[in-house]
């Protein structure tokens, strides 16, 4: 508990968070607004449609992985490792911790970023006059499946950041994965694609597009890619030196 | 007896690269112990696996008898301080005191206590890339006085130092080491911290060359003690009687050679001769360190 407070003042005593949720905040009121306005009333009918567009709110897992990463990598990158490793030995105690503080991180990133986007969505929709067709269970499972899943890319974030202690390094990657990599593989195996942890973690919202896996799949197929890569940091972090 | 610190055969390769062979040693309470050797001797290595932030290859090493991560909360028995530069710039001094200090469970107003005891309270609020070396030094040495340690373990903490700097440091150190606590402190310089250790501890190529008292070490090789009297030519006679060469350094001061302080301090008692200032020559020092550590290469 004591070096989960320590993860989380390390977490607000930087500009970083501040700027990631800058950023997170301008790009969920730019994308909502201009698309909630500027789609033609014919691509706003089904239930399919109003969940796609008000999904954008996870793009909040982008910055909670980012967040996350930073954990472990600016560590390495400052040095702070040495003087964090010294107050606290215990190496899965503080993987532990940290993953703990960036799922908590996430969890905030998820609220703002989906909060944004739908609270503003569907002010627009109605100001447009755009029949809402999603049920209550339809918002509940996208703004939960948001939110739970921003929170778990916090938590991959940590992991691949100490996988890949590199700051840089870590950063390229995650975009690279999540921005390229995930959609070419989806779009040409999609039976494939759908496994993967972008797109599994986007079947949590509900029916935002085809071919995804239904929603409990996903919480289990991100659940599970979460754990993974959280094995596999935690064990390099075991056993590599802070020198 | 227990050490405060055994280090028992440690060894670490790195690949082709021997960093630490067979460094076995022990140091006792209430010492300041320098690690003394040449850049890439092996000492950052070993104050790692030390403080259980490198695996040894081979041996072990214990802090109080155990090893380090095998401590209760660590911290509270041993503070250290390995670069320093270990900070985030975008971080102030107190908020990086504070994120360590919770590790740990110790309440923010320990922070603002060491933050005045190293004397950057005003300094305290300031993101940390606005420091000079030598606060980013003395905010190291905060972190590592946070958990009101018996042990110091400190890597190069003179590099960057003014004389000022320097000075602080050792009327610190001193201060620190006088209620029975230990110091372990490296440098690659024996000048820069020979007026603060005890003892020294000398390696180079990964393995240890000397391990003895200043005095010991600088009477073995023929050391130079710079000794001020108002009766400079009554103590020239009785430190000759007993055997020791002296040569006058000016008119105030002898050169007494291949002997110890003590040794000077004794006979000038014995003789009833007062003394201003005995010092052991820092240039000589430095010159058995290079002639040691160059063997060390040598062999």
């Known amino acids: 508990m004591n070096q989960l407070r320590a993860e989380l003042l390390k977490i607000r005593s930087t ?11 301008t790009l969920a009121l730019l994308f909502t607004i201009l698309t909630c306005t500027l789609s033609p009333m014919s691509q706003l009918f ?7 567009v008000l999904s954008f709110g996870s793009i909040a897992g982008v910055f909670a992985a980012l967040a996350g990463v930073m954990l472990f990598t600016s560590e390495y990158r400052f040095g702070t490792i040495r003087p964090t490793s010294l107050f606290n030995p215990n190496r899965n105690r503080l993987f532990t911790s940290k993953v703990t503080a960036g799922v908590l991180s996430g969890l905030v990133f998820g ?17 447009r006059g755009v029949d809402i067709v999603m049920s209550g269970a339809n918002m509940t499972e996208l703004i939960v499946g948001a939110i739970v899943g921003t ?24 975009l690279a994965w999540g921005f390229v990599v995930e959609n070419l593989v989806f779009g040409f195996l999609p039976k494939i694609g759908r496994f993967l942890p972008v797109h599994a973690s986007d079947s949590m919202m509900g029916p935002i597009q085809n071919k995804l896996l239904p929603g409990n799949a996903g919480v289990v197929v991100t659940v599970g890619w979460a754990l993974v890569l959280a094995i596999i940091g935690m064990s390099l972090l075991r056993r590599r030196d802070v020198i | 007896m227990t050490y405060v610190i055994e280090s028992a055969s440690l060894t670490k390769r790195y690949g082709d690269v021997l960093a630490v062979d067979d460094l076995s040693f022990n140091i006792e309470a209430g010492t300041i112990t320098g690690f003394l050797g040449p850049n890439g001797a092996g000492k950052s290595t070993t104050l790692r696996m030390l403080l259980g932030l490198a695996k040894p290859t081979r041996g072990h090493a214990t802090l109080f008898g155990k090893p380090y991560d095998e401590l209760e909360t660590p911290a509270l028995r041993v503070g250290a301080v390995l670069e320093a530069t ?41 993101r940390v890339k606005g420091y000079s070396l030598g606060m980013r030094q003395r905010l190291g040495l905060a972190s590592a006085l946070l958990g009101d340690p018996d042990l110091l373990v400190l890597d190069e903490p003179a590099n960057g130092l003014d004389p000022e700097g320097v000075r602080w440091l050792r009327d610190f150190l001193r201060d620190f080491a006088s209620g029975g606590r230990t110091v372990l402190i490296s440098s690659h310089v024996l000048a820069e911290i020979a007026q603060t250790v005890d003892q020294v501890l000398i390696i180079s190529h990964g393995r240890l060359i000397t391990e003895s008292t200043l005095d010991d070490l600088t009477a073995r090789v023929g050391g130079v003690v710079r000794v001020q009297s108002p009766n400079l030519d009554q103590l020239a006679e009785a430190l000759q ?3 020791i060469v002296t040569t006058r350094n000016n008119d105030h001061a002898l050169l007494a050679q291949g002997t110890t302080r003590e040794r000077v301090g004794d006979i000038a008692l014995s003789a009833g001769i007062a003394i201003y200032e005995l010092v052991t020559e820092g240039s000589s020092l430095e010159e058995v360190f290079l002639d040691l550590t160059s063997e060390g290469v040598s062999q």
Do not use: C, Y
């Not at chain 1, 890319?153 to 590199?166: L, S």
């Not at chain 2, 102030?92 to 360590?100: A, K, Q, V």
């Open chain 2, 241 to 243: 009687r007993e055997g």
């Open chain 1, 151 to 174: 929170a778990l890319w916090g938590a991959i974030g940590v992991a691949i950041g100490a996988i890949v202690p590199n700051q840089v390094g870590a950063v390229i990657a995650l």
């Open chain 1, 15 to 25: 500009r970083t968070t501040i700027g990631l949720l800058a950023g997170l905040i």
């Open chain 1, 111 to 127: 609220v703002i970023g989906e909060g944004l986007v739908f609270a503003i969505g569907i002010v627009i929709f109605k100001i």
């Open chain 2, 86 to 126: 270990d900070f985030h710039p975008g971080r102030s001094g107190r908020d990086h005191l504070r994120m360590l200090s919770r590790a740990v469970g110790l309440p923010d107003s320990r922070v603002d206590e060491v933050l005045a005891l190293v004397e950057l309270q005003d300094a305290a609020k300031r």
């Open chain 1, 46 to 52: 089904t239930v399919q449609d109003q969940t796609n």
